[in-house]
């Protein structure tokens, strides 16, 4: 019985010897309140900038202890961090903002979509505003577009612990041409902005006849004059065409649907190419031209197809030329 008793004292001794304590505190570096707990003691609310009471922890002499920390809050995504200590350290533990405060504003009257970092989606009405919190490393991707806004690509320098805004600025409008003739069909149309002194390729495509009674979409830069030039005929493929033309004079702001109306706004020039079967020419000349040839190097407009419409389905933000 002594025996063992001196065997349990013996063991005492040894772990007194290999044991320690270390002193931790943990700050709250946040803009907000987090919840903490240290080495899996209960919660602590800490205001921002506070600091908790020392801990005392056990630890073992001679090795570098592990102590866990977890927080939670506004501005922290998923806080599970470990305190390295030793025998006799004193460690102020500051945690900092793993997350941005971020406020998205679609200024457009329509739609639009952005994707932030490749990963989440926000969708806008017209006027529409998101704020959330995103985890942020100072290099964050945003991609976004809109009924009125081009497709972009943008990367912001933004960090954790900030708060920033973003704009969806529109900067595209739609040109919407109508066909409301009662017996002709559009075969080619040429859309060029207006300091342009050529007509470039035919935005329909080789495939499209606008009909009476349709209309047909695209979307094309804002705040830029777009002049039209239109081949029409009889609704069949083989039928003699005839050119009319439209100068803009006013322009095309961005946020607007443009209404092109045919034969409405047109001036006729007479005939045109012989059918849709025949090659469209890039290199037609505007009448305003005096026979110069397109500057090379010149302003680059974008200009997309979307597609064909109704003509009695504009909506409230188109506006007729």
């Not at 927080?71 to 900092?96: F, P």
Request: net charge negative; with cysteine; hydrophobic share 40%.
């Amino acid at each position: 019985m002594k025996y063992a008793n001196l065997v349990f004292l013996v063991i005492l001794l040894v772990l007194a010897a290999c044991s320690g304590e270390a002193y931790i505190r943990v700050n709250n570096n946040t803009p907000g309140s987090i919840l903490v707990s240290i080495n899996h003691n209960a919660d602590e609310v800490l205001l921002p900038g506070d600091t908790t009471d020392t801990y005392t922890v056990s630890v073992s002499r001679g090795i570098v202890n592990q102590i866990p920390v977890t927080a939670s809050g506004e501005w922290l995504s998923d806080y599970n961090e470990s305190i390295a200590v030793a025998n006799g350290d004193v460690v102020v533990h500051r945690i900092h903002p793993q997350q941005a405060d971020l406020s998205f504003i679609n200024t457009s009257v329509d739609s639009a979509i952005l994707r932030y970092e490749n990963t989440r989606y926000h969708y806008f009405a017209g006027g529409d505003s998101v704020r959330a919190m995103h985890t942020a490393d100072g290099n964050v991707i945003l991609d976004y577009e809109g009924r009125y806004i081009f497709t972009r690509h943008e990367e912001k320098s933004w960090f954790p612990g900030e708060r920033r805004r973003f704009e969806l600025v529109p900067d595209a409008c739609e040109i919407q041409l109508n066909n409301i003739h009662p017996n002709r069909a559009v075969y080619y149309v040429f859309i060029s902005p207006s300091t342009a002194d050529t007509w470039g390729e035919d935005k329909l495509g080789a495939n499209t006849i606008l009909y009476p009674g349709e209309g047909y979409i695209w979307k094309a830069e804002g705040g830029v004059r777009w002049d039209m030039r239109i081949e029409a005929g009889d609704p069949h493929p083989d039928s003699a065409l005839f050119a009319y033309e439209f100068y803009d004079t006013e322009g095309c702001a961005a946020d607007f649907t443009w209404i092109y109306e045919f034969p409405t706004i047109f001036t006729p020039l007479g005939m045109g190419k012989l059918s849709k079967t025949g090659m469209a020419d890039s290199v037609v000349l505007k009448a305003h031209a005096l026979q110069k040839t397109f500057p090379s190097g010149g302003p680059v407009y974008r200009i997309e197809k979307i597609g064909k419409k109704n003509t009695g389905l504009a909506k409230e933000t188109a506006i007729k030329k």
